[in-house]
């Protein structure tokens, strides 16, 4: 056979479909896209789902609520009464579980519940134990032991810390020191100029410092020649003000000599008054009393005489 002999298998290749090339070709009028719509539009089509604004089956279908832990690990359960067929003294591990058909995979962990009884003395070696089953084996005589390490939840985020820092970049960490570095420079750089900018606030302050206590002892100066001044003349107000009050004390002296004597004239006058008002009081009393006796006398004569009749 020659090159020019070959020939793809029949069947295989096809002549491309020619559209709108008349009703004769088969994809005339329409070309195949219908009888209008947004679909026999040239552009932009629907987005995919779309169902023409019914709700499409994406919506339609129940959701999943929660989430899936994806770092969960599945144990492979075993229980304990299941362990009764093999022989005291044999090792149970994964292998042997998987050949005697209680799992169905060796390379999964494996799990021993403590549901049932066990009498045989049997080496347990598996990925976990329930606690009530370790006791149990060990109370038969036998050993239980788990082959990887428990862990609380604390320990493992620990761990993933740990994990991150040491495979942190060496080149993250010579940066951050050449930043602290940087750092250090400006702090310096900064605590240099804070320093001078006190110097000149301490240099400034002396100076307005000594200002005002110039302004202070000249208002305090004139402060004192003021003082002084006010002083006499209080001393003069106040000798000039003793005068006076001498003056108005002699007068007042004056006056209440005058209204002394007033005054012991009509308690002396009054005195008099009582006197002469209690004579004729007595002097009326006496009186009275000699009419009434002169008055009881007569009657007293003709008592007598009617007795002797």
């Known amino acids: 056979m020659q090159a020019h002999e070959l020939k793809p ?24 896209r219908g009888l209008g719509g947004q679909k026999s539009r040239s552009g932009r089509k629907p987005r995919r789902f779309f169902e023409g604004g019914q709700t499409r089956l994406m919506r339609r279908l129940p959701r999943r609520r929660g989430f899936v832990n994806h770092f969960r690990i599945e144990y492979q359960p075993v229980n304990l009464r299941d362990l009764e067929r093999f022989e005291d003294g044999a090792e149970i591990t994964n292998e042997t579980l998987k050949e005697a058909g209680l799992i169905d995979s060796a390379q999964k962990p494996v799990k021993i519940l403590a549901s049932g ?16 089953a370790k006791e ?56 240099g ?23 202070a002892k000249a208002q305090k100066g004139g402060g004192e020649a003021e003082g002084a001044d006010k002083k006499t003349e209080g001393k003069a107000k106040a000798q000039k003000g003793g005068g006076k009050a001498k003056a108005e004390k002699g007068s007042a002296e004056a006056e209440g000599a005058d ?25 009326e009393a ?12 007569p009657e007293a004569g003709k ?7």
Do not use: M
């Open 9 to 32: 298998a029949p069947g295989s290749r096809q002549n491309r479909k020619r559209i709108g090339r008349g009703n004769a070709a088969g994809t005339g009028t329409y070309s195949g």
């Open 117 to 132: 009884g066990i009498t045989r003395k049997l080496i347990v070696r598996v990925e976990r134990l329930s606690l009530t």
């Open 136 to 191: 149990k084996i060990e109370a038969a005589g036998g050993t239980a032991e788990e082959t990887t390490e428990r862990k609380v939840r604390s320990e493992r985020r620990g761990a993933a810390k740990r994990k991150r820092r040491k495979n942190k970049p060496a080149e993250a960490e010579a940066a951050a020191d050449d930043e602290k570095g940087d750092g250090k420079g400006k702090a310096q750089k900064g605590g």
């Open 193 to 215: 100029k804070a320093k001078a900018e006190k110097g000149g606030a301490e240099a400034e302050g002396a100076d307005d410092k000594k200002k005002t206590d110039g302004k």
């Open 259 to 283: 209204d002394k004597k007033k005054t012991e004239g009509k308690a002396k006058a009054q005195k008099g008054g009582g006197k002469a008002k209690a004579e004729k009081g007595g002097a």
């Open 286 to 297: 006496k009186g009275i009393s000699d009419v009434a006796a002169a008055a009881d006398t």
């Open 303 to 309: 008592d007598s005489e009617g007795d002797g009749d």
